[in-house]
């Protein structure tokens, strides 16, 4: 039964992950917000993958909570704004789980899968260096999940493409600001902002970047303001109603060449 429940939830599979350190803040914000406790879960505690990730990951808490204040910064401007999601429970599954990483849950419970498979065939491939990078990736596309608001008026993950779009295009934006997408090739060339995921995500960095430092924190944010939340109507109340999206995807896209 349990699988099949991870199975349902487990609708956002990351795609490919890596991410470099963000250099230390010497006044973190962040550091004394509550995070909550992260119960470690194994249930195939022979799987060479859990294995190797107990192995190479001293302080699984210490290392999700690290990443966790990393996504809070880059969602919200500070520990004091008003719709953070307030969480008393993180589950971490070292699972046997066909797919990388997934995140499921809800209210003030939130569970994310890390795959025992992808963790094995990623250290036979890179070493024990480049999988703690990885999962630095993956968590920053996971908590995001864990952290961010949700739109309203439009139906929810199942259901709405747009949903989906809002969803996983910050989550690849917070990765993408973090430094989990380091190569030239990461950054998907061509295609829409409707694309979702790194096409979505990179085009947020850039806004961040080039129009707004602040613009996925407001882009977040707009989920509570808007209802029905369009992605027009993010960008709107982001940048400005002198902005709209298509306009800025056009000069992104020739701002990248492609
Ligand atoms: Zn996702």
Same mark, same amino acid.
């Given at each position: 039964? #349990?699988?099949? !429940?991870? *199975?349902?939830?487990?609708?956002?599979? !990351?795609?490919?992950?890596?991410?470099?350190? =963000?250099?230390?803040?010497?006044?973190?914000?962040?550091?004394?917000?509550?995070?909550?406790?992260? &119960? *470690?879960?194994?249930?195939?505690?022979?799987?060479?993958?859990?294995?190797?990730?107990?192995?190479?990951? &001293?302080?699984?808490?210490?290392? $999700?909570?690290?990443?966790?204040?990393?996504?809070?910064? *880059?969602?919200?401007?500070?520990?004091?704004?008003?719709?953070?999601?307030?969480?008393?429970?993180?589950? %971490? !599954?070292?699972?046997?789980?066909?797919?990388?990483?997934?995140?499921?849950?809800?209210?003030?419970?939130?569970? $994310?899968?890390?795959?025992?498979? %992808?963790?094995?065939?990623?250290?036979?491939?890179?070493?024990?260096?480049?999988?703690?990078?990885?999962?630095?990736?993956?968590?920053?596309?996971?908590?995001?999940?864990?952290?961010?608001?949700?739109?309203?008026? $439009?139906?929810? %993950?199942?259901?709405?493409?747009?949903?989906?779009?809002?969803? &996983?295009?910050?989550?690849?934006?917070?990765?993408?600001?973090?430094?989990?997408?380091? #190569?030239?090739?990461?950054?998907? =060339?061509?295609?829409?902002?409707?694309?979702?995921?790194?096409?979505?995500?990179?085009?947020?960095?850039?806004? !961040?970047?080039?129009?707004? #430092?602040?613009?996925?924190? #407001?882009?977040?944010?707009?989920?509570?303001?808007?209802?029905?939340?369009?992605?027009?109507?993010?960008?709107?109340?982001?940048?400005?109603?002198?902005?709209?999206?298509?306009?800025?995807?056009?000069?992104? *896209?020739?701002?990248?060449?492609?």
């Amino acid at each position: 039964m #349990k699988r099949l !429940v991870y *199975l349902l939830l487990s609708i956002c599979i !990351v795609s490919s992950w890596s991410c470099t350190s =963000k250099p230390q803040q010497e006044a973190d914000p962040w550091a004394s917000f509550q995070l909550p406790p992260v &119960e *470690l879960k194994q249930p195939y505690p022979d799987e060479a993958g859990a294995k190797l990730y107990l192995s190479i990951v &001293e302080d699984p808490e210490a290392f $999700i909570h690290e990443q966790s204040r990393r996504v809070l910064d *880059l969602l919200y401007f500070s520990p004091n704004d008003e719709f953070i999601p307030k969480l008393n429970h993180l589950e %971490y !599954v070292l699972d046997n789980y066909d797919g990388i990483s997934a995140c499921y849950g809800g209210g003030d419970m939130k569970g $994310i899968i890390l795959s025992n498979q %992808y963790v094995e065939s990623y250290h036979k491939e890179h070493g024990a260096e480049a999988l703690i990078e990885e999962n630095k990736g993956v968590l920053c596309h996971e908590l995001t999940h864990a952290f961010q608001l949700e739109p309203k008026g $439009i139906g929810d %993950y199942g259901s709405s493409e747009l949903f989906r779009v809002c969803i &996983e295009g910050v989550a690849d934006g917070v990765r993408v600001l973090s430094g989990g997408f380091p #190569k030239e090739s990461d950054r998907p =060339k061509g295609g829409h902002y409707m694309n979702s995921y790194r096409y979505t995500g990179f085009f947020f960095a850039w806004l !961040v970047n080039n129009k707004d #430092k602040d613009f996925l924190r #407001k882009f977040n944010l707009s989920t509570q303001h808007l209802d029905p939340w369009t992605f027009d109507g993010a960008i709107k109340y982001a940048l400005g109603d002198a902005y709209n999206a298509d306009d800025l995807w056009a000069e992104y *896209l020739q701002a990248m060449g492609d």
